[in-house]
């Protein structure tokens, strides 16, 4: 039964993806004709890659967790970095609600995260129970790396279900792990994870043409594995994967918002992104567009609070690149009108001047080196190499310094010598550099201190968003519930706090 549930799904993403396909007679499903020739193989990798893209899905079942990714919910709005904005207070409730730390099962972001990481999961494991090497025409090249992406693509969409909801169940069907009403443990999900990227990385090219260049690479599971020693606290771990990243060719951009303006879109910087096409048919462009974009242009939704804009060093041009405010100009060419934001500030990382606003043109970066070196720096200095920690540190500052208007004065060095103070600095730094990619959140959770930074506060001002966090995090927030659907109907075991 599971196994035609497989093969049913994997004709359900093909058809999605292709309004040629020469259809079989209706009712008669099997792998020998679902997947026959090598362009059916490309289909279904290409599929594995759609939860990734930010992208209208065609449809507005909010409650379903459907229409557009829930990522920024947790990432931004949960954080001292962006409230949720809209069209006022009651604007998409459930956004509300998880800012505010009053979550419940039923959220609807709730759902919605889980929903788009198993569907990728599912995905990938359609395209790895096929036979590749036995299809006419399929070269045992390109079948070797579609092999190698989709375990990359597994272990991401895992990485980011352990990291959301703690042990999730493992469908793993090449062990005969099938079972979906049952949690793994957190611990066994991150080793299925790192054995994922290890044959991954055995199977991946460094690089592809720039067709391709949205594909995963091998690098991008030597820095997603990197990633997974980080959120354990294993530090040499995590360093001996960055050094295989750093053997690569990567490098950071000279010009910081190069990264998220369309002009940097295949640079060195990039590790691995979801791809956005505007002018597609069916549809392959960004929605951020329509859901950042100031009122009148967009939907409003989540605005740079003035908690993250003080953070920003004075000259720091980060600041410019990452948020729109008073005095700027909008992408065409009319004056930015603080008045439309209840913060006074609209996002602007990979937004850009579109039409329609749902169909933008910038990809949005999962994991760039800027991001890796900051990794370094961190464990660097937990391990008490704190000279080597601040050289990587000093690299991204470097880099943003030499982008100021005054590279003399902006940004200077930091010297601190004492282990708190430099991951102090370094905290700091991941906050202004990495401001708008969906980090802050994890960071304050894995870094423990969440319940300080975002406690409920007096001065709290729901109309601005100043200090807004609501009845403030509580432990039981370091992972979110299990949704209430999952719940329900395969008995799921739900975390902690959300009974």
Same mark, same amino acid.
Request: aromatic share 12%; with cysteine.
């Given at each position: ?25 209706? !009712? %008669?499903?099997?792998?020998?004709? =679902?997947?026959? $020739?090598? *362009? ?5 990798? /290409? +599929? ?71 569907? !990728? %999961?599912?995905?990938?494991?359609? =395209?790895?129970? $096929?036979? *590749? ?5 399929? /070269? +045992? ?359």
């Amino acid at each position: 039964m599971k196994k035609l549930f497989y093969i049913i799904t994997a004709a359900m993403i093909i058809t999605a993806c292709s309004k040629k396909l020469d259809l079989q007679p209706q !009712g %008669v499903l099997t792998e020998e004709n =679902v997947f026959r $020739q090598p *362009g059916d193989f490309t289909l279904a990798v /290409d +599929a594995a890659y759609e939860p990734l893209t930010n992208r209208f899905r065609g449809n507005w079942e909010w409650d379903n967790g459907a229409s557009i990714p829930r990522d920024f919910v947790v990432g931004d709005l949960m954080s001292d970095d962006a409230v949720k904005g809209g069209g006022g207070l009651g604007d998409q409730e459930d956004m509300r609600r998880m800012e505010t730390f009053t979550i419940f099962p039923t959220n609807n972001n709730v759902l919605g995260i889980w929903r788009y990481n198993f569907k !990728g %999961v599912n995905a990938a494991n359609i =395209v790895l129970a $096929q036979d *590749g090497s036995s299809i006419p025409g399929l /070269d +045992a090249n390109v079948w070797k790396r579609m092999k190698g992406e989709m375990l990359f693509l597994r272990a991401f969409y895992y990485f980011r279900l352990v990291q959301n909801y703690g042990g999730v169940p493992l469908l793993i069907p090449e062990k005969s792990m099938t079972d979906n009403t049952s949690r793994a443990t957190a611990e066994q999900v991150y080793t299925q994870i790192r054995e994922d990227l290890d044959n991954a990385a055995a199977m991946l090219e460094p690089s592809y043409d720039a067709a391709n260049y949205q594909r995963a690479t091998k690098g991008a599971a030597y820095a997603l594995k990197a990633k997974t020693f980080l959120y354990q606290e294993q530090w040499q771990s995590c360093l001996d994967e960055i050094a295989k990243v750093e053997a690569l060719s990567y490098n950071l951009l000279p010009k910081f918002a190069d990264n998220f303006n369309g002009a940097g879109e295949q640079g060195a910087e990039k590790i691995f992104v979801g791809r956005h096409d505007p002018g597609q048919t069916p549809q392959k462009g960004s929605i951020f567009n329509a859901v950042f974009g100031r009122q009148g242009y967009g939907w409003n939704f989540n605005l740079p609070t003035d908690n993250l804009v003080a953070e920003f060093e004075t000259g720091d041009p980060r600041l410019s690149a990452t948020v729109f405010k008073s005095g700027d100009t909008w992408f065409d060419g009319t004056a930015y009108n603080p008045a439309n934001s209840i913060t006074g500030f609209n996002a602007r990382k990979f937004l850009s001047n579109s039409s329609p606003s749902d169909d933008g043109g910038i990809d949005f970066i999962y994991i760039r080196f800027a991001d890796v070196l900051l990794w370094k720096a961190e464990c660097l200095t937990q391990l008490n190499k704190l000279p080597e920690a601040r050289t990587a540190l000093e690299r991204v500052r470097a880099r943003a310094r030499s982008n100021a208007a005054n590279p003399a004065t902006a940004l200077p060095a930091v010297t601190a010598n004492v282990q708190a103070d430099l991951l102090a600095a370094i905290r700091h730094e991941r906050r202004v550099e990495l401001a708008f990619e969906w980090h802050r959140y994890y960071d304050l959770v894995r870094w423990k201190i969440a319940q300080t930074v975002l406690a409920q506060k007096p001065d709290a001002d729901p109309l601005t968003g100043h200090n807004d966090y609501g009845t403030g995090y509580k432990p039981a927030n370091a992972i979110l519930p299990i949704p209430q659907r999952e719940v329900d109907l395969i008995g799921l075991q739900q975390n902690p706090g959300y009974q």
